[in-house]
């Protein structure tokens, strides 16, 4: 019961943000120096076009009624028209989605796969040199813009090897695995050096506290202890810096795609820039603003379900 | 009952530090004989604690054993090469902490914690019998429905009693308790430890109690030793500690208990312990022992026997019945180095 | 229970007096090193950041041009330099405006409580809602490109960190004994808040500073790797890298260089903030 309380509190915080973030979106678009419509339409847009985007999102009406108008569009799934693909958000949005939420999920996954052995053995050998190294080596990526990795590894992997493609999605399922590869690990690395830090603290602790000495003294062996005990309790952060760092991913991921030309979100809010479509523009925002949103509060309600300590209240 | 089944021999412990290395335990030997109750009495930092934890092999690096010997059961638990040690803990001996709500697993149910020390080779319905079973041997009312609870939702005198529960599990020949009722309610404390001798004489388990609690130590403790800056400096059976303390040490701890007679005036032990890293020369007790002397700081002061299986490390123990040739009550005393 | 005296710890001594932290000494350096090679550009080499030269397009980096030249024959290096100017200039100039909002809103919303902090707490977690690197691109979209659009775009979005750190701070230190001290002699809040509080609440933001000019470097070099940051043929490093990506096969380092650059740009802010860190945890003791 204390569960859904909870849940149902988390999420009735997270509804009034998010209509305040529609809010800011919303105004996004008066940031446009000049005549909305002639910014959006273009300098040699027809005056029919003109008058239809003004009746179309009251542009000559006061603020307020706009932002009703562009609610009532969003709540019934309006999200605008792309002008350079003539078709509505809403249908070109889940393709790209896909590629998106893909790539995320990926690069989390290798970020995870890569972080446990390195924060095991730099907590394991504890200031000695296999510690210091993977301190150095995870500086790197924190220190580094991201595409620029992504470059790199295009020049040694995908260029100069050949061993994995250079850019775009890939058809089916174990392709696009291949493909995305490289763009993952270049996505993984920041979270990786995060995640390895944090992980190794955590271990460190958790290896000197008294549960586990009592592991030890009743008797358990060295594996058992490992996993049963320091894994258990010192992985419990990742899930809360997931949720902490996704917004920072879901970034990312905007250059990342750009970089290895991968038809997602990212790229095509890009695209929408670059070609003054500026719906397009501000629903990506949007969504990205909602994805994050989602990932938040979904990390909130799974982090009780694995610390029985949080529970109670 | 006078069959040793550990014997500690000359052991020590040091853990070097940024100013230097911290002698922990110096040259401490004891025997514990089967099914016998022992304590190890002292004041925080004489070593008490990290002599425990070297016989089990818990010290955390840096720290280490430096020397000598622990022999359990015909094996020097020191020199056994780990996976071995592993398997002496749990069934063989078994260590409880101070504070059981540090000591169990927070993410862990009390019947995960238990179950996983026993035997693979028992199917779990046997292994979920078994934790009952023990649960209620350590007095756990209603164990069926405990089995699933955390750590934090258990009260100080109900954790204290799982871990006692879990490390009875394999029913070990010897238990090491670290002061098991310190971190614990009054009132529940004299349970706790009625609890642990009953479970002594039931398994005829060996038990070393480590603690600074004196009372405990008249009631319910075969032998004792008296532990100070790293060594033991007295050692005797309960009863003749108390009726003929033959360190200053000793005396002064003695002294310091309250007791029922309100005519007597609480005598504390004036000045500080000494510096774990750079002792001196001779006894570590002379800058605050009221009968010291220049001889006292000259040398290495050995144990001697001083009476039947009585050991003392002071040099002037036949003064010692005589009243102090300086006030008790005064600081002050003679240093050494 | 018999009287103990003192408990002894055993523990690790630090050595007393606070250190220079090597982090520091060498972060310093690098600073240096940067600042004083890109002030000194003009000295330093003899090619002009832009100066196209069709006969040397694509050179490897040698001895002439130790980075190279890119495919309009402009001297890598020169350009790596002069681009430091601008990347610098950001860097600095995106934190140094939040920092101070940020940690002044942040400290009024934690002492003053009430409305100013439900206002300001809502502002930021809506802010905070949209990832970063997304509201500073849909800003910078709407806004233009250009250096002043980049600094009011990052800066926009920028202090809501500081003033969740100060706020949190303060939140703790007004409830400390001096603050009710100050009051009882009659102070008035203001005074309280910007004399006594705050000096005490800003270190977490002044640590955080170091991280977030790493941050904010790599966001202008993100904005300009996608065409939206500084104007061409402005040497930015990020668009650097964008214009090098055509050739990575035959002019890789048109591409990688200035990514060096970035990088060792950003290991100095880290080595700095670990040093002030270092050094606030000590004197705080």
Same mark, same amino acid.
């Given at each position: 019961?204390?569960?859904?309380?909870?849940?149902?509190?988390?999420?009735?915080?997270?509804?009034?943000?998010?209509?305040?973030?529609?809010?800011?979106?919303?105004?996004?678009?008066? @940031?446009?120096?000049?005549?909305?419509?002639?910014?959006?339409?273009?300098?040699?847009?027809?005056?029919?076009?003109?008058?239809?985007?003004?009746?179309?999102?009251?542009?000559?009406?006061?603020?307020?009624?706009?932002?009703?108008?562009?609610?009532?569009?969003?709540?019934?799934?309006?999200?605008?028209?792309?002008?350079?693909?003539?078709?509505?958000?809403?249908?070109?949005?889940?393709?790209?989605?896909?590629?998106?939420?893909?790539?995320?999920?990926?690069?989390?996954?290798?970020? $995870?796969?890569?972080?446990?052995?390195?924060?095991? $053995?730099?907590?394991?050998?504890?200031?000695?040199?296999?510690? $210091?190294?993977?301190?150095?080596?995870?500086?790197?990526?924190?220190?580094?813009?991201?595409?620029?990795?992504?470059?790199?590894?295009?020049?040694?992997?995908?260029?100069?090897?050949?061993?994995?493609?250079?850019?775009?999605?890939?058809?089916?399922?174990?392709?696009?695995?291949?493909?995305?590869?490289?763009?993952?690990?270049?996505?993984?690395?920041?979270?990786?050096?995060?995640?390895?830090?944090?992980?190794?603290?955590?271990?460190?602790?958790?290896?000197?506290?008294?549960?586990?000495?009592?592991?030890?003294?009743?008797?358990?062996?060295?594996?058992?202890?490992?996993?049963?005990?320091? @894994?258990?309790?010192?992985?419990?952060?990742?899930?809360?810096? $997931?949720?902490?760092?996704?917004?920072?991913?879901?970034?990312?991921?905007?250059?990342?795609?750009?970089?290895?030309?991968?038809?997602?979100?990212?790229?095509?809010?890009?695209?929408?820039?670059?070609?003054?479509?500026?719906?397009?523009?501000?629903?990506?925002?949007?969504?990205?603003?909602?994805?994050?949103?989602?990932?938040?509060?979904?990390?909130?309600?799974?982090?009780?379900?694995?610390?029985?300590?949080?529970?109670?209240? | 009952?006078?069959?040793?089944?550990?014997?500690?021999?000359?052991?020590?412990?040091?853990?070097?530090?940024?100013?230097?290395?911290?002698?922990?335990?110096?040259?401490?030997?004891?025997?514990?004989?089967?099914?016998?109750?022992?304590?190890?009495?002292?004041?925080?930092?004489?070593?008490? /604690?990290? *002599?425990?934890?070297?016989?089990?092999?818990?010290?955390?690096?840096?720290?280490?054993?430096?020397?000598?010997?622990?022999?359990?059961?015909?094996?020097?638990?020191?020199?056994?090469?780990?996976?071995?040690?592993?398997?002496?803990?749990?069934?063989?001996?078994?260590?409880?902490?101070?504070?059981?709500?540090?000591?169990?697993?927070?993410?862990? /149910?009390?019947?995960?914690?238990? *179950?996983? /020390? %026993?035997?693979?080779?028992?199917?779990?319905?046997?292994?979920?019998?078994?934790?009952?079973?023990?649960?209620?041997?350590?007095?756990?009312?209603?164990?069926?429905?405990?089995?699933?609870?955390?750590?934090?939702? %258990?009260?100080?005198?109900?954790?204290?009693?799982?871990?006692?529960?879990?490390?009875?599990?394999?029913?070990?020949?010897?238990?090491?308790?670290?002061?098991?009722?310190?971190?614990?309610?009054?009132?529940?404390?004299?349970?706790?430890?009625?609890?642990?001798? /009953?479970?002594?004489?039931?398994?005829?388990?060996?038990?070393?109690?480590?603690?600074?609690?004196?009372?405990?130590?008249?009631?319910?403790?075969?032998?004792?030793?008296?532990?100070?800056?790293?060594?033991?400096?007295?050692?005797?059976?309960t009863a003749e500690l108390f009726a003929r303390p033959r360190h200053p040490y000793t005396i002064g701890l003695i002294g310091s208990v309250p007791s029922a007679d309100r005519n007597r005036l609480l005598t504390p032990i004036f000045g500080m312990p000494p510096d774990m890293i750079d002792f001196g020369r001779g006894c570590p007790f002379a800058p605050r022992c009221a009968w010291a002397t220049e001889e006292c700081v000259d040398r290495e002061i050995p144990l001697a026997a001083v009476g039947a299986e009585h050991w003392s490390r002071c040099i002037h123990?036949?003064? %010692?019945?005589?009243?102090?040739?300086?006030?008790?009550?005064?600081?002050?005393?003679?240093?050494?180095? | 229970?018999?009287?103990?005296?003192?408990?002894?710890?055993?523990?690790?001594?630090?050595?007393?007096?606070?250190?220079?932290?090597?982090?520091?000494?060498?972060?310093?350096?690098?600073?240096?090193?940067?600042?004083?090679?890109?002030?000194?550009?003009?000295?330093?080499?003899?090619?002009?950041?832009?100066?196209?030269?069709?006969?040397?397009?694509? &050179?490897?980096?040698?001895?002439?041009?130790?980075?190279?030249?890119?495919? +309009?024959?402009?001297?890598?290096?020169?350009?790596? &330099?002069?681009?430091?100017?601008?990347?610098?200039?950001?860097?600095?100039?995106?934190?140094?405006?939040?920092?101070?909002?940020?940690?002044?809103?942040?400290?009024?919303?934690?002492?003053?409580?009430?409305?100013?902090?439900?206002?300001?707490?809502?502002?930021?977690?809506?802010?905070?809602?949209?990832?970063?690197?997304?509201?500073?691109?849909?800003?910078?979209?709407?806004?233009?490109?250009?250096?002043?659009?980049?600094?009011?775009?990052?800066?926009?979005?920028?202090?809501?960190?500081?003033?969740?750190?100060?706020?949190?701070?303060?939140?703790?230190?007004?409830?400390?004994?001096?603050?009710?001290?100050?009051?009882?002699?009659?102070?008035?809040?203001?005074?309280? &808040?910007?004399?006594?509080?705050?000096?005490?609440?800003?270190?977490?933001?002044?640590?955080?500073?170091?991280?977030?000019?790493?941050?904010?470097?790599?966001?202008?070099? !993100?904005?300009?790797?996608?065409?939206?940051?500084?104007?061409?043929?402005?040497?930015?490093?990020?668009?650097?890298? !964008?214009?090098?990506?055509?050739?990575?096969?035959?002019?890789?380092?048109?591409?990688?260089?200035?990514? +060096?650059?970035?990088?060792?740009?950003?290991?100095?802010?880290?080595?700095?903030?670990?040093?002030?860190?270092?050094?606030?945890?000590?004197?705080?003791?």
């Amino acid at each position: 019961m204390h569960l859904l309380n909870y849940a149902i509190r988390r999420i009735g915080q997270t509804l009034p943000v998010a209509l305040l973030v529609t809010v800011l979106i919303f105004m996004l678009i008066k @940031l446009l120096p000049g005549d909305p419509a002639t910014a959006i339409l273009g300098e040699r847009a027809s005056d029919e076009a003109v008058r239809d985007l003004y009746r179309q999102w009251g542009l000559d009406r006061p603020l307020w009624q706009q932002y009703v108008m562009y609610m009532r569009n969003l709540v019934t799934g309006d999200l605008g028209q792309s002008l350079r693909y003539r078709t509505p958000v809403t249908e070109l949005l889940p393709r790209r989605l896909g590629v998106t939420l893909f790539l995320v999920t990926y690069s989390i996954a290798l970020s $995870i796969a890569l972080a446990v052995p390195l924060a095991v $053995i730099a907590a394991t050998h504890r200031d000695r040199w296999p510690d $210091i190294l993977v301190r150095a080596l995870i500086t790197v990526p924190l220190a580094s813009p991201a595409f620029w990795l992504g470059i790199l590894f295009l020049i040694v992997f995908a260029l100069k090897l050949g061993w994995l493609p250079a850019a775009g999605y890939g058809e089916g399922f174990t392709d696009h695995l291949r493909h995305l590869f490289l763009p993952a690990l270049t996505l993984a690395q920041a979270f990786t050096a995060v995640l390895t830090r944090n992980l190794r603290s955590s271990l460190i602790d958790v290896q000197t506290t008294t549960y586990v000495d009592f592991a030890r003294a009743k008797g358990l062996d060295r594996q058992a202890v490992l996993f049963r005990h320091i @894994l258990r309790a010192a992985l419990l952060p990742i899930v809360t810096l $997931i949720g902490v760092r996704i917004s920072f991913a879901i970034g990312g991921s905007v250059v990342i795609e750009t970089v290895f030309a991968l038809p997602g979100l990212g790229s095509w809010m890009v695209e929408s820039i670059l070609s003054r479509d500026y719906m397009v523009v501000q629903s990506l925002t949007l969504a990205f603003a909602f994805g994050a949103m989602l990932i938040n509060l979904a990390t909130d309600l799974v982090y009780p379900l694995l610390d029985p300590r949080v529970r109670v209240g | 009952m006078n069959e040793p089944i550990l014997t500690v021999d000359n052991l020590r412990v040091e853990i070097p530090t940024r100013r230097g290395v911290v002698h922990a335990v110096r040259g401490v030997s004891f025997t514990v004989n089967r099914g016998e109750t022992f304590a190890l009495v002292g004041e925080s930092g004489s070593g008490k /604690t990290m *002599t425990c934890r070297a016989i089990v092999g818990l010290i955390h690096p840096p720290g280490k054993i430096a020397g000598g010997s622990v022999v359990f059961q015909g094996q020097d638990l020191v020199r056994l090469p780990v996976r071995d040690l592993e398997r002496v803990r749990g069934s063989g001996v078994v260590m409880v902490f101070q504070d059981p709500m540090t000591a169990l697993n927070p993410v862990l /149910t009390v019947e995960q914690q238990i *179950t996983e /020390t %026993l035997s693979r080779g028992e199917p779990p319905l046997f292994q979920r019998d078994r934790a009952i079973e023990l649960l209620r041997q350590v007095g756990i009312p209603d164990p069926e429905r405990r089995l699933g609870s955390y750590a934090h939702q %258990l009260s100080g005198g109900q954790r204290q009693r799982v871990m006692l529960a879990i490390a009875l599990a394999r029913q070990p020949a010897l238990l090491l308790a670290d002061e098991p009722t310190t971190a614990l309610d009054v009132t529940i404390q004299a349970q706790i430890l009625r609890l642990m001798l /009953t479970l002594q004489k039931e398994f005829g388990m060996a038990l070393i109690l480590v603690t600074h609690d004196l009372g405990v130590v008249y009631q319910s403790v075969d032998r004792v030793a008296v532990m100070y800056a790293g060594q033991i400096v007295e050692l005797a059976a309960t009863a003749e500690l108390f009726a003929r303390p033959r360190h200053p040490y000793t005396i002064g701890l003695i002294g310091s208990v309250p007791s029922a007679d309100r005519n007597r005036l609480l005598t504390p032990i004036f000045g500080m312990p000494p510096d774990m890293i750079d002792f001196g020369r001779g006894c570590p007790f002379a800058p605050r022992c009221a009968w010291a002397t220049e001889e006292c700081v000259d040398r290495e002061i050995p144990l001697a026997a001083v009476g039947a299986e009585h050991w003392s490390r002071c040099i002037h123990v036949d003064r %010692l019945d005589s009243a102090p040739p300086r006030p008790a009550a005064s600081p002050g005393g003679v240093s050494g180095g | 229970m018999s009287t103990l005296v003192q408990e002894q710890r055993i523990v690790a001594d630090t050595g007393g007096r606070p250190r220079l932290h090597p982090a520091m000494v060498i972060g310093g350096l690098m600073l240096l090193v940067i600042v004083g090679a890109s002030l000194l550009a003009p000295v330093l080499t003899s090619y002009d950041p832009d100066g196209q030269d069709f006969d040397q397009i694509l &050179l490897a980096p040698g001895a002439r041009h130790l980075f190279g030249t890119d495919n +309009f024959g402009r001297d890598v290096l020169t350009r790596v &330099l002069y681009g430091a100017r601008i990347d610098l200039r950001i860097g600095i100039l995106a934190v140094v405006f939040p920092f101070l909002f940020g940690s002044l809103v942040g400290s009024a919303a934690g002492y003053f409580g009430g409305w100013v902090d439900t206002i300001v707490m809502r502002t930021v977690d809506v802010i905070t809602a949209v990832p970063f690197l997304v509201l500073v691109i849909a800003i910078v979209a709407f806004l233009g490109p250009g250096e002043v659009n980049i600094l009011l775009a990052i800066g926009s979005v920028g202090w809501v960190t500081y003033s969740r750190l100060v706020r949190g701070e303060v939140l703790r230190e007004k409830n400390l004994e001096y603050v009710a001290a100050a009051r009882a002699l009659g102070f008035h809040r203001w005074r309280i &808040l910007l004399g006594h509080v705050l000096p005490n609440a800003v270190a977490p933001a002044i640590i955080f500073l170091a991280s977030d000019v790493v941050l904010v470097i790599l966001t202008t070099a !993100s904005l300009g790797f996608l065409g939206l940051g500084v104007r061409p043929p402005s040497p930015e490093w990020g668009m650097m890298i !964008s214009e090098g990506r055509e050739f990575l096969s035959n002019g890789w380092w048109v591409a990688t260089m200035p990514g +060096f650059a970035c990088m060792y740009t950003g290991l100095m802010f880290i080595l700095l903030g670990d040093g002030i860190a270092d050094l606030l945890r000590v004197k705080g003791q």
